[in-house]
């Protein structure tokens, strides 16, 4: 199993709607890539380690898939639509990795 | 719930013992954190998402809480003892981030 994390960071003019992303964006990437996506979590940031700090991700998405490949297959066709509806919630570019889950 | 990220960034003289990491360092973790900890989770890094790209952290240790305070109740006294197991494993300062889960 492979995890895609899609990771937006926290920055001082940073917005993101995490309503929006749990109601409206995760559901239409669902659709989108269908049975090959296994499931999604979402972490939203509360705080850094130290006292006071901020989290370095405001928010984060977890994709789960069966390998990379089924993520390329499912996503490579849609991923103009996809990344289209950022602009609808955030101002941030987000990071993107691809993980083994090990455990 | 609430998850404890636990984040090894990737540069070019980053080491990373991923089969002691999940063998020893993360059992070593659950047995001094105790029922507080609800689950594990490790992601080791593969890819970014360009072709070639390196993949922005090495290695992720995710951890689940019910609470902030349950968090901090377990985590706090055993911090040290936990801290002091990284050299065993890796060259890097890890980054921490709290969030909450939202889905």
Redesign the interface.
Known sequence: M??V?V?YPNSPDATFD?DYY?NAH?PMVGEKLGAALKS??????????GPGES???LA?GHLIFDS?EDFQHAFGPKTEEIMSDLANFTNIQP?????????
């Open positions: 492979i995890k994390s990771m995490i749990c995760v999604v979590s979402v972490d939203s940031g509360l705080a850094g380690s989290a370095l991700f984060m990379v990071q993107i990795q691809i993980s083994e889950i090990k455990a």
